[in-house]
């Protein structure tokens, strides 16, 4: 699996992209590291691409344990966070859809998912059509990429 999560302030946003296979402690280490980086932000809208993942552990209980640890860094401020997962592909919408019930709609946490670029980047506020148009920053946090 590879995942690189980069900060783009200027949109008040984190996009992370994953390819490969999807492991969960190597996306709950991902995590672990975005929300200690300086640029995190209570509230900051979150765009997850599962545009190019081509399976992922089918370990349920497992995916609502990570969502939970990260419920306790988004939720509990007064902002709340929009999570947009996006899945183009069959096995991206399963796993877009998978994370999407682990948030209540009570939780903080506005999670959605779509299947097109440009809705996704509508949905986030963000006037853009392709993901491959956000600003190259140089902020990133975590970029792991496992050859096994």
Same mark, same amino acid.
């Given at each position: 699996?590879?995942?690189? /999560?980069?900060?783009?302030?200027?949109?008040? @946003?984190?996009?992370?992209?994953?390819?490969?296979?999807?492991? #969960?402690?190597?996306?709950?280490?991902?995590? *672990?590291?975005?929300?200690?980086?300086?640029?995190?932000?209570?509230?900051?809208?979150?765009?997850?691409?599962?545009?190019?993942?081509?399976?992922?552990?089918?370990?349920?209980?497992?995916?609502? %344990?990570?969502?939970?640890?990260?419920?306790? %860094?988004?939720?509990?401020?007064?902002?709340?966070?929009?999570? #947009?997962?996006?899945?183009?592909?069959?096995?991206? *919408?399963? #796993?877009?859809?998978?994370?999407?019930?682990?948030?209540?709609?009570?939780?903080?946490? /506005?999670?959605?998912?779509?299947?097109?670029?440009?809705?996704? #980047?509508?949905?986030?506020?963000?006037?853009?059509?392709?993901?491959?148009?956000?600003?190259? %920053?140089?902020? @990133?946090? /975590?970029?792991? /990429?496992?050859?096994?």
């Amino acid at each position: 699996m590879a995942v690189k /999560i980069r900060i783009i302030s200027e949109f008040g @946003l984190a996009y992370v992209q994953f390819e490969g296979m999807v492991r #969960l402690n190597e996306a709950i280490e991902a995590f *672990r590291a975005y929300s200690m980086h300086p640029k995190y932000k209570p509230g900051q809208k979150q765009l997850v691409d599962f545009a190019n993942i081509t399976g992922f552990e089918k370990d349920f209980v497992g995916i609502m %344990t990570m969502h939970a640890e990260m419920a306790e %860094t988004l939720v509990g401020s007064p902002a709340q966070t929009l999570m #947009l997962f996006y899945g183009p592909t069959p096995v991206s *919408r399963s #796993l877009a859809s998978v994370c999407v019930q682990c948030w209540p709609p009570d939780s903080g946490v /506005i999670a959605c998912m779509q299947d097109t670029e440009a809705t996704a #980047l509508d949905v986030l506020g963000v006037s853009l059509s392709r993901f491959a148009d956000l600003p190259n %920053t140089q902020d @990133l946090v /975590i970029e792991h /990429i496992d050859r096994a």
